[in-house]
């Protein structure tokens, strides 16, 4: 009777324990954030051994770079051809990873594949979430915009020629950071001065990203539930829907006029491209922006996966990076002519 009764206690107490487990996760995003977080930077770093048998020579790197005593530990990394003198057109690029994985060595080949092509690019970075909730990040990279502008000779940077670009959750906050530069009012309403002008940006790389929230949330299954996991760590709310992230992320409804010319490109097996990406060109397109796209039939083979612009392998990610090479050439030497006329 009393290993019964033991035995009971036990059963009883692991069921508790098991409510308590799963009370907790609904409490908190923190372990289903970070299992995210395991799984992304594995295929980061696949994506990354990939493509490196695609990166040239002829690249200077410097890596690690502080951003400032009062950045809190944040670094970026510049890439520049190595016989370059003076400054050069920019990319500045912000990676992805659902706002809670990755880091500038994400982006690392691609930036060095595209500082081949004559250009300065830096890779920024950002505290992830759940550490830091928004608009930490955003305010982060607007102040390391302003740290790059600063001290622009010293890294070779042009700072009326500047292209800001971005994957994934990256893609999302380049646009963010082009909204703030382009929409007063906008940046009256998140609260942050920009760190440029619009006169300063020749354009945004935007590939694979997320641009209406609204959108997001009316996913389903395990895409639907990894974006909420990531929106309710990034917002700091499971109700992140009626919270400031909700309010201003969905940058679709911020463009205006004035935005830089944008270059937009999703895969056609990557779930976001049909709900983000073509609607972020469509209204561009209808604020009078200049648009570049770059997307595929639904039934195009082999399916294209999110970023696929990383898989170097696929002909169409080899289209996508010669593309976005053209688009970085015509928009900086367009916004160099214009410089010289002024």
Known sequence: MRARRVLAS????????????????????????LLI??????????????????????????????????AGGLTFDVFRPSDAEGALPTVVWVHGGAWLSGSSWDVEPYLRILAAEGFTTVGLNYTLAPEAAYPTAIRQLNDALAHLVAHADEYGIDPS?????????????????????????????????PAVGGDQLAGVVLNCGVYDLDALADLTGLLGWGFKTAMWAYAGTKDWSDSPAGRTMSTLEFV???????????????????????????ALRAAGVDVTELFWPVDHEPALPHEYQFHLRFPEAREALSATVAFLRERTSQADTANDAA
């Not at 036990?10 to 954030?33: D, E, I, N, Q």
């Not at 893609?171 to 009256?188: G, K």
Request: hydrophobic letters at 50%; glycine letters at 12%; aromatic letters at 6%.
């Open 10 to 33: 036990l059963v009883v107490g692991l069921g508790v324990l098991a409510l308590g487990a799963v009370a907790a996760l609904r409490a908190t995003p923190w372990p289903s954030a």
């Open 37 to 70: 977080r395991r799984v992304f930077t594995k295929g980061a770093r696949e994506t990354v051994a990939e493509m490196l048998p695609f990166v040239p020579g002829g690249v200077t790197a410097r890596t690690g770079v502080p951003v400032g005593p009062a």
């Open 161 to 193: 020629r500047i292209v800001l670009a971005g994957d994934s959750a990256g893609a999302q906050l380049a646009s963010q950071l082009a909204v703030l530069a382009t929409n007063a009012e906008y940046a009256d309403l998140v609260g942050i001065a």
């Open 256 to 282: 205006t006029a004035d935005f830089p010319p944008a270059y937009v490109s999703g895969g056609n097996g990557d779930g976001l491209t049909a709900t983000q990406s073509v609607p972020l060109a469509a």
